[in-house]
């Protein structure tokens, strides 16, 4: 294969060697020399291409650091409640969805946001039943910890007033017995039923999402989902399909099977390789289920739900850390992101995985004694900017004024810790310009308004702190000799403040391992 000499453009490296350039070199999948294209025409081999990019704008290419893709793609071909205002249009939406499906069939999707909807009670399994169509029905909420279910689906799930509660869920009751409204652990029947469903198909729904990516600039993941997730990632690169590289987290539950496969963090190679273990210590805010040290405003005997406690945690960890396998830990409330790093804490302290990079994935409210301890622990902080602009307003009316450090994104970096962007998609949109929006134009007032970022360092939360949290940093992340072809060519300026925080760049070419993989 020839070399290939892209020129004319305006690229912003993260090189601190050469932060600017106008043209790079690429050898087979590798950038092997950046600046003038006069310099670059000097390396490059006998019959090389020159690619002219018209003056685009060029930054190296976007990883997600946190996205159900499978999720994501399945997720299209359900029920789509987001965006529904009152309870009155979900049922007529899921009434018309149910009846054009099959019979029998299930009616799965929601991310329906119940906040919104200004109800005076909970949400009933009777919301549902004469809008099914008689089908059974599970729906997720926004946040995906908390399944709404009809009445005929709570018994296909075998479900009833004989259940046990759990510890570390909720099973909603009235007098009738179960409400329909599952949370956290409670769910977990609706949720492996739905991983059942999206094994059938998962292949094609998730190349077309992987194009969708790449629509967007990104040219990486860290992917959340299970094991038939990487399983269909694997087929599609054997059969040439996998465009994009894919850092595979083990879901919970499947951790003594990649023990005992001697699976360990950062195995694989440049398109695929193991990530972390995906553990939860609590909840999301929305469905009252985060981990708080004081109660919510809107319920004074609630402080949410602890999934794996202090103690719990520093097992689940030691077990995973002994056999070579870091941890990615929910956390959502301040009294989770504490019990986390007090968890880790005690790891480190006994000297079992040092050279791991555990992770905190959210870490949206922190005790503000606990923000410079992920930069001493090294641990790092996986956010979603796009879950500050969904929640501003319900952050404030469940947590008042209490002094925490919310999606504090700037403190956190400033105390020296590493911060890595991702989506949550499908809970949020999977658009990384859109989390540099959200990153660097910080709504609400007060604390919600006061940490935006300047634009290079929100880009950098999308590109060298990613390639750190999966142990890549020396080949992904920047335009520099040596480190993997991947960029995307824009057509504004990221680093410029007014298009970062007006969203207003639009990607142009997405480029793979020096191939172009999409083009506008």
């Known amino acids: 294969m020839p070399d290939i000499l892209y020129a004319n453009a305006r690229i912003t490296t993260l090189w601190p060697a050469l932060p600017a350039a106008d043209a790079l070199l690429v050898r087979g999948e590798r950038v092997v020399a950046v600046g003038s294209a006069a310099t670059c025409r000097a390396a490059a081999r006998r019959g090389y291409r020159e690619v002219d990019l018209g003056g685009g704008y060029v930054v190296p290419g976007l990883t997600d650091s946190h996205i159900h893709l499978a999720g994501y793609a399945f997720a299209e071909h359900q029920l789509d409640l987001r965006g529904v205002c009152d309870l009155a249009e979900a049922q007529r939406r899921l009434q018309a969805f149910a009846q054009r499906l099959p019979a029998g069939a299930w009616v799965f999707g929601g991310r329906f946001d119940a906040n919104r909807w200004q109800l005076d009670r909970p949400l009933h399994r009777r919301d549902l039943d004469p809008f099914s169509a008689g089908h059974p029905v ?3 909420s926004h946040d995906s910890h908390s399944a709404w279910v ?8 075998g479900i009833d007033e004989h259940t046990a509660q759990q510890s570390d869920g909720r099973l909603e009751r009235d007098a009738d017995g179960p409400t329909g409204l599952l949370r956290e652990s409670a769910a977990e029947p609706v949720r492996a039923l739905v991983t059942e469903h999206q094994a059938a198909g998962i292949e094609p729904m998730l190349a077309d999402a992987l194009r969708e990516l790449l629509a967007h600039g990104v040219t990486g993941v860290h992917d959340i989902d299970g094991r038939e997730t990487a399983a269909a990632y694997r087929a599609l690169r054997e059969r040439g399909e996998l465009p994009a590289r894919v ?44 981990a708080l ?66 992770r905190i994935e959210h870490a949206q409210h922190v005790a503000w ?22 929640d501003v307003a319900l952050a404030a009316a469940l947590l008042g004024d209490r002094p925490l450090a919310s999606y504090a994104w700037s403190d956190l970096a400033a105390a020296g810790a590493h911060v890595a ?61 040596g480190y993997l072809a991947d960029f995307v060519v824009l057509d504004a300026d990221l ?23 999409w083009q506008r």
Do not use: C
């Open 495 to 517: 680093t410029d403040p007014d298009v970062a925080t007006s969203g207003a760049a639009q990607p142009q070419v997405t480029v793979v391992g020096g191939r172009v993989r």
């Open 138 to 140: 599970a729906l997720e």
């Open 421 to 481: 962007f991702g989506s949550d998609a499908p809970v949020e949109t999977l658009d990384p310009i859109a989390g540099i929006k959200a990153a660097t134009a910080r709504a609400g007032t007060g604390e919600q308004g006061r940490n935006a970022i300047a634009p290079l360092q929100a880009l950098h939360g999308y590109t060298t702190q990613p390639a750190y949290a999966s142990y890549e940093e020396h080949t992904k992340g920047r335009l520099a000799v």
């Open 150 to 157: 009809n009445t005929q689906g709570l018994a296909a799930l």
């Open 247 to 290: 850092h595979q987290l083990i879901y919970a539950g499947d951790l003594d099977a990649a023990i005992e496969a001697g699976e360990a963090t950062g195995d694989g190679d440049r398109w695929e390789s193991t990530g972390p273990v995906k553990l939860f210590a609590d909840g999301a805010l929305g469905s009252h289920t985060a």
């Open 293 to 358: 040290s004081a109660p919510y405003e809107d319920a004074p005997e609630d402080t949410g739900v602890v999934m794996l406690d202090r103690v719990e945690l520093a097992e689940r960890v030691l077990t995973a850390a002994g056999a070579g396998i870091a941890v990615a830990v929910h956390a959502i409330g301040d009294a989770a992101n504490t019990a986390v790093l007090d968890a880790l804490a005690e790891v480190r302290r006994r000297g079992v995985g040092a050279s791991l990079r555990h």
């Open 369 to 390: 004694h606990d923000v410079p301890r992920f930069a001493e622990l090294g641990v790092v902080a996986s956010m979603q900017p796009v879950h500050h602009s969904s």
